[in-house]
């Protein structure tokens, strides 16, 4: 159980760059597959596919689609950025503002005449130097049973997610995260170019590898259990 636990602590995003020189093998790429074979989905429907992308010419034609971030995004994200360390480590929630690219935090460069708009534009920005890019989708046209909109289904795509970043943890990879995949005009040139079925959806994409710079730390946050742990009613906390 301790193992376990350090894993799930351990676990982190690696905003990139990763090590080029530094392939990651069939055999450990299987593995990370296999986590997801085992992701617990409801009514073991296994409603996903996954699209593994490691040529060289297809990474690099990922990274020249254009990817703007909408506006709501980048002001949802800005409400939830500390500038400090100090500030975060009080708040227990969000991220560091340092975290993101300086235009995400610039609200100057939202606007779409801007001169730094020029920051935001590709695809490539999000992903960096990468070695591997997993992409999981979904047959929209189905659903969990008994599930509105899906909800339980898109939890099952989340178990999905997790335990593959539990396994690169494990296996000491690098993980990113990448959202900006299922966005509608991105995701309509991914599927285009990956040949994807017109009822297939993008749930996400991980950009994998060995960190460039693994001994760059940042500082993580949580809430204590007294902060969120209600016992037998929620008036009542540890």
């Known amino acids: 159980m301790l193992d376990i636990l350090t894993t799930i602590r351990n676990r982190h995003s690696t905003r990139g760059p990763f090590d080029l020189s530094r392939p990651i093998s069939l055999e450990t790429q299987e593995l990370i597959l296999e986590a997801a074979r085992w992701a617990p989905t409801p009514t073991n429907m296994q409603n996903f596919e996954i699209v593994v992308v490691n040529a060289k010419e297809q990474l690099d034609a990922i990274g020249r689609i254009p990817a703007d971030m909408s506006e709501r995004f980048l002001r949802e994200t800005y409400k939830l950025l500390s500038a400090s360390e100090a500030e975060l480590d009080e708040k227990k929630t969000g991220m560091l503002a340092s975290s993101f690219p300086r235009a995400w935090t610039n609200p100057e460069a939202w606007n779409p005449e801007s001169d730094s708009r020029s ?42 997610m997790e335990n593959m970043w539990l396994a690169c943890e494990s296996l000491q990879l690098g993980f990113h ?47 204590e259990l007294k902060d969120f742990v209600h016992h037998n009613d929620f008036a009542s906390r540890a």
């Not at 189905?142 to 099952?156: H, K, N, Q, T, W």
């Not at 959202?179 to 994998?208: N, R, W, Y």
């Open 177 to 223: 995260l990448l959202t900006v995949v299922s966005d509608g005009p991105v995701e309509a040139q991914l599927k285009d170019l990956l040949h994807m079925p017109a009822q297939m959806k993008i749930a996400f994409a991980c950009s994998i590898g060995y960190a460039a710079d693994p001994s760059a730390p940042y500082l993580r946050v949580r809430r």
């Open 119 to 160: 920051q935001l534009t590709f695809l490539a920005r999000a992903i960096g130097e990468t070695p591997l890019l997993i992409f999981v989708v979904y047959d929209a046209t189905r659903r969990a049973p008994g599930s509105e909109r899906d909800s339980v289904g898109l939890i099952g795509l989340g178990c999905v």
